[in-house]
C-alpha cells in the first residue's frame, strides 16, 4: 500500500471539502487525496458527490481502473491544477514542467485515462 | 442664410417660433457681439429668453456695475445671503474656482463660434438651436452681489452663483424659494464628460478567459512532442487507438504532427473524427503510410483536394470503403479518376459534396455496379430524378442515404428507384425531399421494401399523417423497424404513430417524432409498450407532460432501456416523475427541460 499525502498540496483548501478520498487503482494501490483534489476531476467529483447516492459517495472510495502509475500522474495533475487553479492571475502555471514529468511510455494510457475523467 | 439664397430646409419646431417672433441667428449674434467680455460668474447656463427680453435695456448698466464692482476676485463665496451655507473645505474651494474658470471659458469659446456662425450663414439651421441657447444663458443672470426681486415671494435678494431662474420665468428666486420649489440650489452641474485620454482609448479590455490546460492537452502536447519516436509509446491495442483518436478529435487537436499516431502500414481500417487540422500534405502522406487501407473515413475533411486524390489513386488500390464528410474542394475530374482507378467499391459515402455530378455517379455505377453496397449522396447538391435512374442499376444495395438535396426529385423517380432497389435495403434516408407525397409511401415504400430496418424521412411537407398510417399497416409484419425517424413532419399525429407502433413497436430502438404538434395523449402512452426504447425525441410535441414521462419511464415497465429523451419545446415537462417526482431514472439522460439543463 502507498499512501501518498497530497495534503501539502491543497494547502487552500475551504474547510467545506477538507475531507479525505480514497482513489484505487486496478492494481489494488490506494491514494488519500483531499476531496478539492479529487474535485478536480469531472468524472470523480460526480462519483463522490452525495447527492448522487452512489456507492462510491458514501465509502468515498473512487476506483479508477487504470494501473497505479496512472493513477498517480492523474492524481499528480489533479493536485496540480487544484493548487494552480486557486492560485493569482500573475502566477504563472509552470505547465511546461509539468510536462515534462510525464514519461511518453505512458502518455497514451494517460490520455485515454484523462478523457474519462473528463479533464 | 436662407433668406438670401431663397432655399429653406426644415426646421425645427423652436426654429421656427423664434423666426415668428422675429429672433434670427444674425440678430442673437450681434446682441453676442456687443457682450463680448467674458462672464466672471459660472452659473448653471439655461435659456431665459423672456427674461432676456424684458432684461436686455437694463444689461449693458448691469453689466457696467458689476465691473465696477469689487466683484471681479469671484468673492461669491462671502456675498452668500444664507448664513448656514456649508463650509467648502480649500480643495473644494480650489475645485470650484476652476470650474469657474473652465465655464468662463468655455462661454468665451461659444461666443466665438456665434461669430463664426454670422460670417459663414449658410449652415444648416441645426445648428442655430443649440448655439442660441447658449447666446441666452451667457450673459442673462444678473451679477453676482447685485439685488433682485424674487419671482415668487417678490422679496428682494442678493444674486450669488447660487440664484436661481424661476421656472417658469421670467425672474429669478432667491434662495428659500428656489429650496421650495424642490430643486437643490447647491447641486454642482454635471461634470463635463471627460474625454478619453489616447493612451486610454488605446487599452483595449480583453476577456481573458483563463483556461486552465486539461491533462487530455497537455497529453497531446506530449504526444506531438515525441511523435517522431512512436516506439516510444509502447505497444497499444487498435480498440486503444480508436478511443485515443476519438480523444484527440474532441478537441480538434489532431494535426498533420499527431496524426502519424494513427498510422501503421499494414492496417486496413482508419477512421478519423476531425481532418479539418490536416493539410493536403498530410492526407498524401496518409496514403503512403497506410497502403493496405481498404476502410477509410474522414470526417470534416475540407482540406482535401484533387492532388490527394489523385495521389489516393496509387498509394490505396485496395480502397473499396470511403466515408468522407465535407469533401467540397473535389472536382469532378478527381471525382471519376478515383473511381476509375478504384472499381469495386462496397461502401461509397459522401457527405456536402456539390460537385459530384451524374458524370461521377455514371462512373461509379459503370465501375462498382455489382459490388456497392453502400451508396450515401447526402447533402449532394446536383441530386436530381437522373441520379436515381442510375441509382436504381446497383442490385446489391442495402444502404441508401440520398437525403437533403438541394432540389427534391420527384415521386415517379423515387418509386422507381424503390422498385429496383428496395427489396434489400436495411437503411433507407428522404429526408428533405419536399415533393415527396404519399404515393411514394403506397407505391414505393410499402409495396418494395422488405428487409428494412432504418428509415429516416424527415421535413415531408407533403406527407399526410393517413398516408403514413397506411404505409405501416400495410408494412410487412415480419421485419419490425428498429430505428425510424420521422421528425419534423408537423402534419403527422397519432394514426401515424399509432399504427409505427404497432408495426414495429417491439423492435424499435430509437424513435424521432419530433415536431409532430398534434400528436394526442394517448398516442403518446403507447410508446411505453416499445420496451427497447434506446432513444427518444418528442420535441414539440405538445402533448407530452409530466405524466405521459412518468408513463414511459416512471415506473418498473414501460421503456426500461431507455437511455436518452428528448422533450426540447415541451413546455409543461418540469422534470417531475418517477419516485418521490424527482425525475431521475439511473441510466437516463433527458435533454431540454425548460427549467433545467441536464437531468
Known amino acids: 500500500m502507498a499512501d501518498v499525502d497530497m495534503a501539502q498540496n491543497s494547502g487552500t483548501t475551504a474547510e467545506t471539502d477538507n475531507d479525505w478520498v480514497r482513489v484505487m487503482s486496478d492494481d489494488g494501490y490506494s491514494f488519500l487525496v483531499r476531496r478539492s483534489v479529487a474535485n478536480a476531476s469531472e468524472t470523480m467529483r460526480d462519483m463522490l458527490d452525495t447527492a448522487g447516492n452512489y456507492a462510491e459517495a458514501i465509502a468515498r472510495t473512487c476506483p479508477v481502473s487504470q494501473r497505479a502509475v496512472i493513477v498517480e500522474k492523474l492524481l499528480e495533475y489533479m493536485s496540480f491544477k487544484a493548487y494552480y487553479e486557486k492560485a493569482g492571475p500573475k502566477e504563472e502555471v509552470p505547465v511546461q514542467e509539468f510536462m515534462e514529468r510525464i514519461p511518453p511510455e505512458i502518455v497514451l494510457e494517460l490520455l485515454l485515462a484523462a478523457d474519462y475523467q473528463n479533464m | 442664410m436662407a433668406q438670401r439664397n431663397g432655399v429653406r430646409g426644415p426646421m425645427s419646431a423652436l426654429t421656427e417660433f423664434l423666426r415668428s417672433t422675429g429672433i434670427t441667428p444674425t440678430t442673437i449674434a450681434r446682441r453676442v457681439a456687443t457682450q463680448e467680455q467674458p462672464q466672471p460668474e459660472a452659473g448653471p447656463s439655461r435659456p431665459r429668453g423672456s427674461r432676456r427680453n424684458t432684461a436686455a435695456a437694463d444689461d449693458e448698466a448691469e453689466e457696467e456695475q458689476e465691473y465696477a464692482s469689487d466683484n471681479l476676485d469671484e468673492p461669491e463665496e462671502e456675498t452668500q445671503p444664507q448664513k448656514k451655507k456649508p463650509k467648502l473645505s480649500k480643495a473644494a474651494e480650489a475645485k470650484l474656482k476652476a470650474k469657474a474658470k473652465a465655464a468662463a471659458a468655455m462661454k468665451k469659446k461659444k461666443g466665438e463660434d456665434d461669430e463664426d456662425y454670422e460670417e459663414d450663414g449658410d449652415e ?159 492526407f498524401i502522406a496518409m496514403g503512403n503510410l497506410n497502403p493496405n487501407l481498404t476502410t477509410l473515413r474522414l470526417d470534416f475533411c475540407g482540406p482535401l483536394n484533387d492532388t490527394v486524390i489523385a495521389a489516393w489513386n496509387n498509394s490505396l488500390p485496395n480502397l473499396v470503403s470511403l466515408e468522407l464528410f465535407g469533401p467540397f474542394l473535389i472536382r469532378e475530374a478527381a471525382w471519376l479518376s478515383f473511381l476509375e482507378s478504384h472499381f469495386n467499391m462496397e461502401a461509397f459515402l459522401i457527405t456536402q459534396s456539390p460537385r459530384f455530378s451524374l458524370d461521377c455517379l455514371n462512373a461509379l455505377v459503370e465501375y462498382s455496379k455489382r459490388t456497392l453496397k453502400k451508396l450515401a449522396l447526402r447533402e449532394v447538391g446536383k441530386m436530381c430524378d437522373e441520379f436515381l435512374e442510375q441509382i436504381a442499376e446497383f442490385s446489391k444495395l442495402e444502404y441508401l442515404d440520398i437525403a437533403e438535396p438541394d432540389h427534391s426529385c420527384s415521386d415517379e423517380g423515387m418509386i422507381q428507384l424503390l422498385e429496383a432497389v428496395g427489396g434489400n435495403l436495411t437503411h433507407l434516408d428522404l429526408s428533405g425531399h419536399g415533393l415527396l407525397t404519399d404515393e411514394v409511401l403506397s407505391e414505393g415504400l410499402a409495396p418494395n421494401l422488405r428487409v428494412l430496418k432504418d428509415l429516416k424521412m424527415t421535413h415531408l411537407p407533403e406527407i399526410t399523417d393517413a398516408g403514413v398510417a397506411a404505409l405501416f399497416s400495410s408494412l410487412d409484419k415480419n421485419t419490425g423497424l428498429v430505428s425510424v425517424d420521422l421528425g419534423r413532419n408537423p402534419t403527422l399525429g397519432t394514426p401515424a404513430l399509432e399504427a409505427l407502433l404497432a408495426h414495429s413497436g417491439a423492435t424499435m430502438q430509437h424513435l424521432c417524432i419530433n415536431g409532430w404538434k398534434d400528436v394526442t395523449e394517448e398516442g403518446l402512452s403507447l410508446i411505453k409498450d416499445a420496451r427497447e426504447l434506446r432513444t427518444l425525441d418528442v420535441g414539440w410535441c405538445r402533448a407530452v407532460d409530466n405524466f405521459v414521462v412518468d408513463r414511459w419511464v416512471g415506473g418498473d415497465d414501460g421503456c426500461r432501456n431507455l437511455e436518452e429523451l428528448k422533450v426540447w419545446g415541451c413546455g409543461r415537462v418540469e422534470g417531475k416523475w418517477g419516485r418521490a417526482g424527482k425525475g431521475k431514472r439511473r441510466g437516463l439522460r433527458v435533454y431540454g427541460i425548460e427549467s433545467q439543463t441536464v437531468l
Open chain 2, 124 to 282: 444648416d439651421e441645426d445648428a442655430y438651436t443649440a448655439l442660441s441657447k447658449s447666446a441666452y444663458g451667457g450673459g442673462s443672470k444678473p451679477p453676482v452681489g447685485s439685488f433682485e426681486t424674487c419671482a415668487k415671494c417678490e422679496k428682494q435678494f442678493t444674486v450669488t452663483k447660487y440664484t436661481m431662474a424661476a421656472n417658469p420665468g421670467p425672474g429669478y428666486l432667491c434662495h428659500p424659494c428656489a429650496k421650495a420649489s424642490g430643486t437643490d440650489p447647491f447641486k454642482k452641474p454635471a461634470a463635463p464628460r471627460k474625454r478619453k485620454t489616447p493612451a486610454d482609448k488605446r487599452k483595449v479590455v480583453h476577456i481573458e478567459e483563463r483556461s486552465f490546460p486539461t491533462l487530455v492537452t497537455i497529453c497531446i502536447d506530449v504526444v506531438a512532442r515525441h511523435i517522431d519516436d512512436v516506439e516510444a509509446f509502447g505497444d497499444i491495442g487498435t480498440l486503444n487507438l480508436e478511443a485515443i483518436s476519438k480523444a484527440i478529435s474532441k478537441n480538434r487537436s489532431l494535426t498533420s504532427e499527431n496524426a502519424p499516431l494513427f498510422y501503421n502500414a499494414e492496417q486496413t481500417k482508419l477512421v478519423m473524427y476531425d481532418a479539418t487540422n490536416l493539410s493536403p500534405d498530410a
